[in-house]
């Protein structure tokens, strides 16, 4: 098993620019969700999914959209890149229910916006 | 809504002692869940030790165990016979109770370990 990928590791915007990070998993983990990380601030969740179709707010939700059309996959969407959203990026993923189940997290992707 | 606290965000130790992280949250539920992750350099987010909240035993893995004060609504970590290899950021984290829905991470702000040989 490959576990939780995340595609690219780092990248660079211009403000203003979209783009699309990708997050799969291998694990048939019905749950996914994003997170992003920032110095002093831990970590912060973006959106959720608790399925394929379905998806919902965390945290942090303005400037990200969130589709999920198959139990594998949960790309992350910027319309339209601030600086505000450097940052580093996980993705993760569990089982539903269980509240002892752990989380398995990607390698992350950091982003900057200029 | 639930808070998670770490207020130290630095320590260090020499090698072969013994540290113990903070970690202190607040919550009005009953059943729930705290897990502690450690970050190496590498960034990945590796799962360290998880306590269900209705047991009173305090969790332990090898050489980290957790102290577990569930009315002081406190959950330190202890790193036992320190390691070069434990020099860490590491992160508290809650979860609300076992069901569907309840699976998202609220986290601290990390405290940063730093290993002295």
């Known amino acids: 098993n490959a576990g939780v990928t995340q595609t690219p590791k780092f990248q660079v915007l211009k403000t203003g620019q979209s783009m699309t990070l990708q997050c799969a998993q291998d694990m048939n983990h019905e749950y996914m969700s994003w997170y992003r990380q920032d110095p002093g601030m831990g970590l912060r969740l973006i959106h959720y999914s608790v399925g394929a179709g379905i998806t919902d707010q965390g945290e942090v939700p303005n400037g990200y959209n969130v589709s999920r059309s198959t139990t594998e996959d949960f790309p992350l969407r910027l319309l339209s890149a601030a600086p505000s959203q450097t940052s580093v990026y996980f993705c993760?993923?569990?089982?539903?229910?269980?509240?002892?189940?752990?989380?398995?997290f990607g390698p992350g992707t950091r982003l900057t916006v200029l | 809504a639930q808070t998670v606290t770490q207020s130290q965000p630095e320590m260090s130790v020499q090698e072969a002692e013994t540290v113990t992280l903070s970690c202190t949250y607040d919550t009005s539920e009953s059943d729930y869940y705290l897990f502690w992750y450690k970050q190496p350099p590498s960034r990945q987010m590796i799962l360290v030790i998880r306590?269900?909240?209705?047991?009173?035993q305090n969790a332990t893995e090898n050489r980290f165990s957790v102290n577990f004060q569930k009315a002081a609504k406190s959950f330190s970590l202890k790193i036992s016979d320190s390691q070069l290899g434990d020099a860490a950021m590491y992160f508290c984290?809650?979860?609300?109770?076992?069901?569907?829905?309840?699976?998202?991470?609220?986290f601290g702000t990390g405290t940063r370990l730093t290993i002295i040989p």
């Open positions: 993760a993923s569990s089982y539903p229910g269980q509240g002892h189940n752990e989380q398995f």
């Open positions: 306590q269900e909240a209705y047991k009173q």
């Open positions: 984290a809650y979860r609300s109770g076992p069901y569907r829905g309840n699976e998202k991470l609220t």
